[in-house]
């Protein structure tokens, strides 16, 4: 059996590019990208979509080392990269939500080291964040993920020109991130203030009265009972953020 050159380089670009995409989206995607999972598993995981994906993916006939095949190869990682992006930017909500309330109910000097990405984030925060998780895990996100990727190479096959408005669309989905965060927040918050409100008022007709051994206490069991009582608000806000980021990536490949 004799393979010629333009052989070898029509299946190695064929495995390639989409492996680029695929690895550099596992890289920055939540679930699959978080710290506590290995490299190991990761580069295998990627690999296995790659091989599964790679006989229905339609690549160009360029050579992957040439100019060309160098620019294609930077579009498919920073590609991969910028859908990642964006699902971290929805698992981002639920970070801005818990330090506002955090910041709230005086509770922002505690932190806790965040396993996803590594970082120190306000143990509100990280209570979100463990409840984001195991949503999206039981609406079977990680399966969604995959989808999405396998997706994107039906809406841009690989080579295939920018849409022209792909970073703007990225940077009004930030905008989202920062509205959908606050709405979250937004019970506690308004509960809080009011809670500091009337300290204000305690204090100002009754100034001998300490009102940091006595505020402090009641503020933060204030805002624990806020928190439990606003859960139930907290999954739907949660959910419509999922769906729509879900919805949002297929209209950021349409040319």
Known sequence: ME?????????LSSLMWPLLRIGSFV???PIFGAKSVQVRSRIILALAIAWILAPIIEVPEVNPLSAAGL???LQQIALGLGMGFIFQMAFAT???????IAMAMG????SAIDPQNGVQVPVVSQFYLILATLVFLA???HLLLIQTIHHSFELLPVGAPWPRELAWKIVLWGSYMFASGLM????????LLLVNLAFGVITRSAPQLNIFAVGFPITLLTGFALILLSLPSFLPQLSAAFESVFKLVPTLLVP
């Open 3 to 11: 393979i010629s050159v333009n052989e070898m380089v029509r299946l």
């Open 27 to 29: 890289l920055a995607t």
């Open 71 to 73: 620019l294609i190869s």
């Open 94 to 100: 639920v970070i801005i939500a818990g330090q506002s």
């Open 107 to 110: 509770l922002g000097f505690a």
């Open 139 to 141: 609406i079977d996100g």
């Open 184 to 191: 979250i927040a937004l019970p506690a918050l308004a509960s």
